[in-house]
Structures are given as C-alpha cells and as structure tokens.
Nanobody, 120 residues
Framework: QVQLVESGGGLVQPGGSLRLSCAAS????????MGWYRQAPGKQRELVAS???????NYADSVKGRFTISRDNAKNTVYLQMNSLKPEDTAVYYC??????????????WGQGTQVTVSS
C-alpha cells in the first residue's frame, strides 16, 4: 500500500510562515499529481494547491502569491511553503497524491492531516 506522512504544522502568528512536507512511500508505478487540501471546522474540504508531473502548479485564489507548492521527485515528497499567513488559513491540511498502481490503475491517497493554526 501507499502511505503519506505529513509534517510541519503548528501554531503561528499572523504574517508568519510554515512549511508543510508530505513524503510518499510504498508500492506504486508512478505519481501523476500531488496536492494540498484543507478543511476548517464546519466547512467543506477545499483544494489549496496542486502540481502535476511535467506541468505547472495551480493555486486557489485565496492563497495565490502567498503559498508555493513544490516537489522533490527523487524523494517522492511534496512541500507547501506558506508565507504571510492569515487567521483564515487556519485548518487541517491534508496531502493528496494521484498515483498509478503497479496494476496500472489510478488511485488517490490521503495523508493523515496536520493542524495549522494562525492566531496572535
């Protein structure tokens, strides 16, 4: 199976920065895309940023100019650099990958979630 392990969440003041990491391990043929979602209490989970293999990154309008998604293909790791954080960014952040299995089927896998709290 495939596992995603997230790290980097925590409590930060408004205007501060955090970097989230998500490392994929297990058996898969290839990773097609990696992304970050977030879910605040009482709200629907939303896509924050994504990056497709061989393509350009995509961002939600609410984080453009502040967040940067990147990946290290050799380490099967995706990062989310979050700058100029706002209280509205407070949520549980989930890593997601779209990966092709050894049997050539496409699946989505989710990380365990990491809490990001922006408060003074």
């Amino acid at each position: 199976q495939v596992q995603l392990v997230e790290s980097g969440g925590g409590l930060v003041q408004p205007g501060g920065s955090l970097r989230l990491s998500c490392a994929a391990s297990g058996n898969f043929f290839s990773i097609n895309a990696m992304g970050w979602y977030r879910q605040a209490p009482g709200k629907q989970r939303e896509l924050v940023a994504s990056i497709i293999s061989g393509g350009s990154p995509n961002y939600a309008d609410s984080v453009k100019g502040r967040f940067t998604i990147s990946r290290d293909n050799a380490k099967n790791t995706v990062y989310l650099q979050m700058n100029s954080l706002k209280p509205e960014d407070t949520a549980v952040y989930y890593c997601n990958i779209a990966a092709t299995s050894l049997s050539r089927k496409l699946y989505n896998y989710w990380g365990q979630g990491t809490q990001v709290t922006v408060s003074s």
